[in-house]
């Protein structure tokens, strides 16, 4: 898969979503009342957000306090990421349990992140089916995200780039994708999830939000695709700017307010913000 000028790939787009989306993310995100919780596989993952509390204590007593607080946003610190895959398996089954106890406890819902590596490094698709297990939510979707525009990690028709200056290099392309541990072949990130799933789920089967549906068809284009997922599906999402990840926020909200449950998994913040 070749590399591709960054700048000459902007230029074929479409131009962003014009409207700012701020204000009615917050509405939404208040409207649902949920506490947004961050498993965070690496401690390099806090470092992109500030005044956000992050959890090494993982009890059922623990969990319950800090949602009683009513915080929109805390990390949970596994560190899975240097574990066996049976070892982080184990490890986010048993903190999602307890998390679930907490939540019925505190009365408090929650929606759930699996922060990975932006450069698709870890114990992907186990961490994520061992939280889905552990919550017991009935997920429709595991929304898999790994941009990280500030660290150059682009995703674009479904391939996932790293940047070098102008230059895109698809992830396979690059020194990551030999990692000894999670090494992988496919740049492509339908294809990738087939091959980390060992064919179990098709690359035909995997969905897509194209940066295309984000820019033209906006918020409602976005709602409309997620409300089609359900059974715990995988669906790709595109983006390669702060405003597409707006537009995706603002529908995925509408979404989850009309009843769907998705399950993310996703890079790092890209910038600093107590909701996350």
Known sequence: ????????????????????????????????????????????????????????EFSVPALQAELETGPPVFYILTNSRSLSASEARSLNLGIARNLAEAARLARREVAVVSRSDSTLRGHFPGEVKALMEGLAQG???????????????????DVHYVAEGDQLIPAAETEYARDSIFGYRSSNLRQWVEEKTGGRIRWQQVASISVEDLRVGGPQRVTSALCGLCGGSICIVNAVSERDLEVFAAGLLKAERGGKRFLYRTAAATHRDERG
């Open 139 to 157: 997920f429709d979707a595991v929304l898999l995200i790994p941009s990280f525009f500030s660290g150059g990690r682009f995703t674009l028709n």
């Open 1 to 56: 898969m070749p590399r591709i000028s960054f700048k000459a790939a902007q230029q074929k787009l479409p131009p962003e979503w014009p409207a700012e989306l701020g204000s009615s993310i917050r509405q939404d995100l208040d409207a649902l009342r949920q506490t947004v919780v961050v498993f965070d596989d690496d401690p390099t993952g806090t470092q992109t957000v500030s005044g956000v509390a992050v959890l090494s």
